[in-house]
């Protein structure tokens, strides 16, 4: 018996393990592929995913609600604050008075009261003032918001363009790169059969040993590029990410009729110092308003009880109401209100000759940025001439050195030129892209390229 249930469990662990080695080689076999595909984003899927992922985004929107709060808060001054009230003392020992010789004790053991307070303003210059700086508080936290969103739009750009221009850069030396090794495989053959010297032997060695250290800075130029793309998108560092397309893409986006005719009135900066210098004026009302009148109403309704047991059912409850009116005139605060007012209108002068300032200061950079474009524009169709004439001068000194008409030095500088086209070229594409970002930052109209 013992032994065929030793059979029978032998039985049963083979099967299970060839069960479980066959769904083994069925989950490397088919995930594997699939785990190390990576998420390939657009331009404009990057900037969504930062929008809605990235922790700056949502610090903004989380102070526009706080300031939300606020404003409700504000506006609950105009309504009647409303509040109950009550209070029970004991008297451990009667108070005792003495009369002409006689000695007495007056109250009772027990005094209960309770009442309702009402209280609310009926003129209060201040207070209207200050609800509509409130207001402008909360216009104020919507503008910035706003301003982040732009700012993370420039960022999240500029890292997918860096991404783009990295890859691009490992494409151009890693093709430098197996260049070399093709010509050194070349050089190889022709000296091993003595049709070449141990020099241009040695130089192939070099110039196979120099490319590859670019090949391996260009990679992780690459995975540097793609970890702070993926920071400002607020996902996982360790999610495997890439960016779809490559600068080469964005060649039909550079023309040479650059719009200059946008004003400012869309720049966050611009935006955010009108609110706030509405707001110090409104601020100076608010401080030139202490110097008014205020008039507040206010209703009492109220309770006592006293008794010399704990029986409450039994005492006997005495009511009483009152209703005022409370006028407060100020007269003299030792100056401080003229300080106060003084002390606004320099705060009102300094944000306009900030103002002022910024906008000078945003002009100057949009000119900046327009001359580099245009720099960039240049530069990207003297390179992009000079590719085509690169490569060709290249292949015919391939050419020439394998028939032997030619030397390798004539190979390795038009190898040289033409790598420094390539890379020019992806480079002035890459910098008109970044200054038209920072110019559309400016102009402030990114955000409506997205909706």
């Known amino acids: 018996?013992?032994?065929?249930?030793?059979?029978?469990?032998?039985?049963?662990?083979?099967?299970?393990?060839?069960?479980?080695?066959?769904?083994?080689?069925?989950?490397e076999a088919v995930p594997a592929a699939q785990q190390d595909a990576p998420l390939v984003l657009?331009?404009?899927?990057?900037l969504e995913i930062a929008l809605s992922e990235n922790p700056t985004v949502k610090i903004a929107d989380k102070t526009i609600e706080a300031k939300k709060y606020a404003k409700r808060g504000t506006y609950a001054a105009l309504w009647p604050d409303i509040s109950a009230s009550g209070a029970?003392?004991?008297?451990?020992?009667?108070?005792?008075?003495?009369?002409?010789?006689?000695?007495?004790?007056?109250?009772?053991?027990?005094?209960?009261?309770?009442?309702?307070?009402?209280?609310?303003?009926?003129?209060?210059?201040?207070?209207?003032?200050?609800?509509?700086?409130?207001?402008?508080?909360?216009?104020?936290?919507?503008?910035q918001a706003r301003s982040s969103r732009i700012d993370m739009i420039?960022?999240?750009?500029?890292?997918?363009?860096?991404?783009?221009?990295?890859?691009?850069?490992?494409?151009?030396?890693?093709?430098?790169?197996?260049?070399?090794?093709?010509?050194?495989?070349?050089?190889?053959?022709?000296?091993a059969i003595g049709q070449v010297s141990e020099y241009d032997f040695i130089r192939s060695q070099v110039t196979v040993s120099n490319a590859e250290p670019n090949v391996f800075g260009a990679e992780n130029s690459i995975v540097l590029a793609l970890w702070q793309l993926k920071a400002l998108l607020g996902v996982d560092l360790d999610m495997n990410v890439d960016c779809a397309g490559?600068?080469?893409?964005?060649?039909?986006?550079?023309?040479?009729?650059?719009?200059?005719?946008?004003?400012?009135?869309?720049?966050?900066?611009?935006?955010?110092?009108?609110?706030?210098?509405?707001?110090?004026?409104?601020?100076?009302?608010?401080?030139?308003?202490?110097?008014?009148?205020?008039?507040?109403?206010?209703?009492?309704?109220?309770?006592?009880?006293m008794d010399e047991s704990f029986a409450l059912a039994h005492y006997r409850w005495n009511p009483s109401s009152t209703a005022a009116l409370s006028l407060s005139i100020p007269i003299f605060s030792g100056g401080k209100r003229r300080a106060d007012i003084n002390q606004a209108k320099i705060d009102l002068s300094n944000i306009q000759l900030q103002r002022e300032n910024t906008e000078r200061q945003l002009r100057t950079a949009i000119m900046s940025y327009y001359s580099n474009m245009q720099t960039n524009l240049k530069q990207y169709h003297a390179s992009s001439q000079n590719i085509?004439?690169?490569?060709?001068?290249?292949?015919?000194?391939?050419?020439?050195?394998?028939?032997?008409?030619?030397?390798?030095?004539?190979?390795?500088?038009?190898?040289?030129?033409?790598?420094q086209a390539e890379l020019s070229r992806s480079t002035s594409i890459y910098e008109y892209l970044i200054n038209?970002?920072?110019?559309?930052?400016?102009?402030?109209?990114?955000?409506?390229?997205?909706?």
């Open 246 to 305: 490559s600068l080469a893409d964005y060649e039909v986006d550079m023309t040479s009729q650059i719009n200059m005719d946008g004003t400012l009135a869309e720049n966050s900066a611009m935006r955010q110092l009108d609110i706030q210098e509405r707001m110090l004026e409104q601020a100076l009302k608010l401080k030139r308003a202490a110097n008014l009148p205020s008039l507040a109403a206010s209703i009492n309704y109220q309770f006592t009880a």
């Open 1 to 27: 018996m013992k032994l065929k249930n030793l059979f029978f469990a032998l039985v049963t662990l083979v099967c299970v393990t060839a069960v479980s080695v066959q769904a083994q080689e069925n989950v």
């Open 88 to 143: 029970w003392q004991h008297n451990i020992q009667k108070p005792t008075f003495h009369i002409m010789g006689q000695t007495m004790k007056v109250g009772t053991m027990n005094n209960v009261n309770a009442g309702v307070t009402a209280a609310m303003p009926l003129i209060n210059a201040q207070l209207w003032k200050s609800l509509k700086l409130s207001a402008m508080d909360v216009e104020l936290a919507v503008e």
């Open 154 to 191: 420039e960022q999240v750009s500029k890292a997918f363009y860096q991404v783009l221009l990295a890859k691009d850069s490992y494409n151009v030396y890693k093709r430098v790169y197996d260049n070399a090794v093709e010509n050194h495989k070349i050089v190889e053959k022709r000296y």
């Open 436 to 451: 038209k970002v920072s110019m559309e930052k400016i102009m402030g109209n990114t955000l409506n390229k997205l909706r």
């Open 388 to 419: 085509a004439t690169a490569k060709r001068g290249y292949d015919i000194s391939v050419k020439r050195y394998e028939v032997g008409g030619g030397t390798l030095v004539d190979v390795d500088n038009s190898q040289l030129a033409y790598t």
């Open 42 to 46: 657009t331009l404009e899927q990057a």
